[in-house]
């Protein structure tokens, strides 16, 4: 008897360790998205380097949780709420390594964008969905380091807000492209910040679902709240650049 509860014990020790590398996972995530967007606005080449070398430091992470999780169902064969937390950690470093992949490439966009002419009212729109994505992984990450499951379903309920900036932000840039060609460069850029932070979005939205199913056993249903769509910058022929 007493091997076992020491068993369990050393179990939800390693769950515990598990749950606490996703965390600092996902400040990490935070930071990178946080550091992208001021990079472009205040034009910080340097800044923009540096997001751009530390997005191998989230693959290394997410690859560490991956190998960990994989190790304790094999070896400890979990059941039930166990098991969910294993699989969610895995699905949650999933869902910030690909959000440290489009603070990545927003970086690179900064690049670009520092050697183009300024344009102060668009990086402050840029600048203004940054903060809001950013907000909602905190949130939605903070309901996993909580167990708050109520925080979590909060953060899904309200994924139209980032469709509704990037429609905005969509249409201005479509009204700088018409107006001046040669704003047209930079725009592009622009453009595709914001698709990339839309899809952050999306992805802090993946992780409250995780979040759901990982507390309750149950999958939020009904649809995403959404927002009219609007196209992405790929679906109105401008060639992506991503990478």
Known sequence: MAMNEHTVR?????????????????????????????????????????????????????????????????????????????????????????????????????????????????????????????????????????GDVDQAVAVWSTDDEVDEHYNALFRELLTYMMGDARTITACTHLLFMAKNLERIGDHATNIAETIHYEMTGDELTGERPRATATPSPSEIGTPEQNG
């Open 10 to 146: 050393a179990y939800g020790e390693e769950l515990n360790a598990l749950t606490a590398e996703v965390t600092r996972m996902g400040g990490q995530a935070e930071a990178q998205i946080n550091d992208a967007v001021a990079s472009v606005v205040r034009r910080d080449v340097a800044l923009a380097r540096q997001v751009i070398e530390r997005d191998a430091k989230l693959d290394a992470m997410h690859n560490e949780i991956d190998r960990k999780a994989i190790r304790m169902i094999a070896l400890r064969q979990p059941m039930a709420s166990d098991l969910r937390k294993s699989l969610a950690a895995m699905k949650l470093a999933m869902d910030l390594e690909r959000t440290g992949d489009l603070a990545k490439n927003i970086a690179k966009r900064g690049l670009s964008l520092a050697e183009t002419e300024p344009m102060a009212p668009l990086t402050r729109s840029i600048e203004r969905m940054g903060r809001l994505v950013s907000q909602r992984l905190k949130q939605v990450l903070d309901a996993y380091t909580t």
